[in-house]
């Protein structure tokens, strides 16, 4: 087997075990307790998605060292692909076409946008920007999980939010990795220990951060938002700080901005797709509770209105009073006012039931004022 053909087989395999992880670490969240959401040691489902998730670190750095980055990166890509009909088969999660939709568009955006970023000469970041770039990401890191706290109402978002600050934090691993790699090309020095310490901390935070990211919030969304934050903070840097560049000048940088396009267009459709299913059962959860009915457009307006405002008891009341409308009430005419010329007790119209601000009015007979004087 060629050098090349066994770079692709070993970044498929980092891919299956990246996927693997994820839906390992996703089931861990959903059995979990809220203070259990980062780091829920004691399972040992946990650390096999630690395991897994190890794995596909090692096979993808071996993948690199026999195939190009331009290559190996953008194949890294194939784990939301892998994942989604993994946990299907394994943990019967199915996707919507919404959501298959969304991780085809981020994955093809993000393997369009990194092979078209052109490789440079091995470079190195100085003393200040290594300085420079740790206080940054952990700065981000910090603000995306206040922001995740704030919208802690919302999972979606929050696990989006969460999910964002997970790829950061590999994705400046990853920069800091190569340089530590370049570094160690002249010899090994004790000078990069800070490095290596910036390494293991963040790769820490981005492995704590995806464990609380997948809690609520299904597999799908962040998963891709990591699959794809994560390389695009590496390339950024890349291009920033180690010079490089995209492919075919102007013409590869428009690419590359589609490319961003497509792949930001495929998280907003996983974003909204788990959107809709968490409004659909908020709505289930508040009929269940009210024990409320969905009513057609064809039935009574009484029904209607039990159904929408099942939570105010004012309009309950309203809505379970009913007003007969076809009972009477006869007037009795007395008799001291009878006389030839007097109309007939029949043809007296009838009192009906008639609503009165909202409730049923029932006239009360009135005593006859005017009484007939005895006569001795």
Same mark, same amino acid.
């Given at each position: 087997?060629?050098?090349?053909?066994?770079?692709?087989?070993?970044?498929?395999?980092?891919?299956?075990?990246?996927?693997?992880?994820?839906?390992?670490?996703?089931?861990?969240?959903?059995?979990?307790?809220?203070?259990?959401?980062?780091? +829920?040691?004691?399972? +040992?489902?946990?650390?096999?998605?630690?395991?897994?998730?190890?794995?596909?670190?090692?096979?993808?750095?071996?993948?690199?060292?026999?195939?190009?980055?331009?290559?190996?990166?953008?194949?890294?890509?194939?784990?939301?692909?892998?994942?989604?009909?993994?946990?299907?088969?394994?943990?019967?999660?199915?996707?919507?076409?919404?959501?298959?939709?969304?991780?085809?568009?981020?994955?093809?955006?993000?393997?369009?946008?990194?092979?078209?970023?052109?490789?440079?000469?091995?470079?190195?970041?100085?003393?200040?920007?290594?300085?420079?770039?740790?206080?940054?990401?952990?700065?981000?890191?910090?603000?995306?999980?206040?922001?995740?706290?704030?919208?802690?109402?919302? +999972?979606?978002?929050?696990?989006?939010?969460?999910?964002?600050?997970?790829?950061?934090?590999?994705?400046?691993?990853?920069?800091?990795?190569? =340089?530590?790699?370049?570094?160690?090309?002249?010899?090994?020095?004790?000078?990069?220990?800070?490095?290596?310490?910036?390494?293991?901390?963040?790769?820490?935070?981005?492995?704590?951060?995806?464990?609380?990211?997948?809690?609520?919030?299904?597999?799908?969304?962040?998963?891709?938002?990591? =699959?794809?934050?994560?390389?695009?903070?590496?390339?950024?840097?890349?291009?920033?700080?180690?010079?490089?560049?995209?492919?075919?000048?102007? =013409?590869?940088?428009?690419?590359?901005?589609?490319?961003?396009?497509?792949?930001?267009?495929?998280?907003?459709?996983?974003?909204?797709?788990?959107?809709?299913?968490?409004?659909?059962?908020?709505?289930?959860?508040?009929?269940?509770?009210?024990?409320?009915?969905?009513?057609?457009?064809?039935?009574?307006?009484?029904?209607?209105?039990?159904?929408?405002q099942a939570d105010d008891p004012a309009e309950l009341l309203l809505a379970e009073l009913t007003v007969p409308e076809d009972v009477t009430l006869p007037v009795t005419v007395p008799a001291a006012a009878a006389g030839p010329d007097a109309a007939d007790p029949a043809a007296v119209p009838l009192m009906p039931y008639a609503p009165f601000y909202g409730g049923p009015y029932v006239p009360?007979?009135?005593?006859?004022?005017?009484?007939?004087?005895?006569?001795?």
């Amino acid at each position: 087997m060629s050098a090349l053909a066994l770079s692709v087989v070993l970044s498929f395999v980092s891919a299956v075990a990246y996927a693997g992880g994820a839906i390992v670490q996703e089931q861990v969240a959903l059995s979990s307790s809220g203070a259990q959401q980062y780091a +829920p040691l004691r399972r +040992p489902g946990w650390w096999a998605a630690v395991g897994l998730n190890g794995l596909g670190a090692v096979l993808h750095v071996v993948a690199l060292a026999y195939g190009p980055l331009s290559l190996v990166q953008p194949l890294g890509a194939l784990t939301i692909v892998f994942a989604l009909p993994m946990a299907a088969l394994f943990v019967g999660r199915r996707a919507g076409a919404t959501a298959w939709r969304g991780a085809l568009m981020a994955t093809l955006g993000l393997a369009g946008l990194l092979a078209l970023v052109g490789a440079s000469g091995a470079q190195s970041l100085d003393g200040s920007q290594r300085v420079a770039a740790a206080v940054g990401t952990v700065a981000a890191v910090v603000t995306l999980m206040v922001a995740a706290r704030a919208v802690h109402r919302h +999972p979606a978002v929050r696990s989006i939010l969460l999910a964002t600050a997970s790829g950061v934090a590999f994705g400046m691993s990853s920069v800091f990795t190569k =340089t530590v790699a370049v570094d160690w090309t002249g010899g090994v020095s004790a000078a990069d220990l800070p490095s290596l310490a910036v390494i293991g901390v963040l790769a820490t935070a981005g492995m704590l951060l995806s464990q609380a990211s997948y809690r609520g919030a299904g597999l799908a969304a962040p998963l891709a938002t990591l =699959t794809v934050v994560n390389p695009v903070v590496a390339a950024a840097v890349g291009i920033t700080m180690f010079g490089e560049t995209f492919r075919y000048g102007t =013409t590869g940088t428009a690419l590359a901005l589609s490319c961003g396009v497509v792949a930001a267009g495929g998280l907003i459709l996983l974003t909204t797709e788990r959107l809709a299913r968490e409004h659909e059962a908020a709505a289930g959860a508040v009929t269940a509770d009210t024990g409320a009915v969905p009513v057609a457009a064809d039935e009574p307006a009484v029904a209607k209105a039990v159904g929408r405002q099942a939570d105010d008891p004012a309009e309950l009341l309203l809505a379970e009073l009913t007003v007969p409308e076809d009972v009477t009430l006869p007037v009795t005419v007395p008799a001291a006012a009878a006389g030839p010329d007097a109309a007939d007790p029949a043809a007296v119209p009838l009192m009906p039931y008639a609503p009165f601000y909202g409730g049923p009015y029932v006239p009360v007979p009135a005593p006859d004022r005017h009484l007939a004087r005895v006569r001795s």
